[in-house]
């Protein structure tokens, strides 16, 4: 599968974004999907990820401000960002998985994910 990535940018702080991945090749459906971050000089990080269930997780320190959701007839995951601070400045990575447990489990693990988008870079500015 491929994905693409887009609806990053510049932004204020206390302000919202919507990024959005779309997903072409085999059944998107099939796929848990997630969305990572990586600041500079920094690990890439987890920030949300959806079942093909629907079951949602997100990192800790996120919840509440950030949603994630995923439209199968559209093969796109949206990610919803709001209350952005300085700090969720990163390149923010759509990631897929078809892995058997996919159906109820949402991994957290990079390693976990087969499938990467090109990354869209979000700033939030003070």
């Known amino acids: 599968v491929q994905l693409q990535a887009s609806g990053g940018g510049l932004v204020q702080s206390g302000g919202s974004l919507r990024l959005s991945c779309v997903a072409s090749?085999?059944?998107?459906?099939?796929?848990?999907m997630g969305w990572f971050r990586q600041a500079p000089g920094k690990e890439r990080e987890f920030v949300a990820g959806?079942?093909?269930?629907?079951?949602?997780d997100y990192a800790d320190i996120l919840k509440g401000r950030f949603t994630i959701s995923r439209d199968n007839a559209k093969k796109t995951v949206y990610l919803q960002m709001n209350s952005l601070e300085n700090e969720d400045t990163a390149v923010y990575y759509c990631?897929?998985?078809?892995?058997?447990?996919?159906?109820?489990?949402?991994?957290?693990?990079?390693?976990?994910?087969?499938?990467w988008g090109q990354g869209t870079q979000v700033t939030v500015s003070s």
């Open positions: 990631a897929g998985r078809g892995a058997s447990d996919a159906y109820l489990a949402v991994s957290k693990a990079v390693s976990a994910y087969d499938y």
């Open positions: 090749g085999r059944t998107f459906s099939n796929y848990g």
């Open positions: 959806v079942s093909t269930a629907g079951l949602t």
